[in-house]
């Protein structure tokens, strides 16, 4: 059984080494939303010292997308750093107030900017590897430039 655990933390580990700038984020979100899905379930189960670990993961995540935010990109960047910040505010909300509603808030908040991520990095993706056949002439062979 450690085994199998060691793997699969070496294979995480490549997965991140490996991985898209955007894949990162999609991946990073993810985390963000585990976590924070987790401290719900222990504040529902009446585990408040549970529910603080894994909202203090989730804020440690948005903390990371929040400092890889270039400040210098403009409105975009000011609009996605106020997000975060608000994310985590949620956040501690629900650790301080040990309530559920402020998480499931963030959750959906978060899911949606994942998605909105993964279909931005999807479609991205699709147009860098969309490949442009070779013109053909009207014999059937293909056109070359022979002019270097």
Not at 56 to 78: F, K, P, T, W, Y
Not at 109 to 130: A, C, H, K, N, P
Request: proline fraction near 2%; include cysteine; glycine fraction near 6%.
């Amino acid at each position: 059984m450690e085994s199998q655990a060691s793997f699969s933390k070496a294979y995480r580990r490549i997965d991140v080494e490996t991985a898209s700038q955007g894949r990162l984020i999609v991946m990073l979100f993810n985390g963000a939303i585990t976590q924070a899905v987790e401290a719900q379930r222990q504040l529902e189960a009446g585990n408040g010292t549970g529910a603080h670990k894994y909202l203090i993961q989730a804020q440690e995540i948005i903390a990371e997308l929040r400092s890889a935010l270039n400040m210098d990109a403009g409105e975009v960047a000011h609009n996605l750093d106020r997000s975060y910040e608000y994310f985590n505010h949620l956040l501690v909300t629900a650790n301080i107030k040990k309530k559920t509603d402020p998480i499931e808030e963030c959750v959906n908040l978060m899911t949606s900017m994942r998605d909105t991520w993964q279909e931005l990095f999807s479609s991205i993706e699709r147009e860098e590897t969309v490949e442009i056949p070779p013109a053909i002439n009207k014999h059937g062979a293909s056109i070359m430039n022979l002019e270097g």
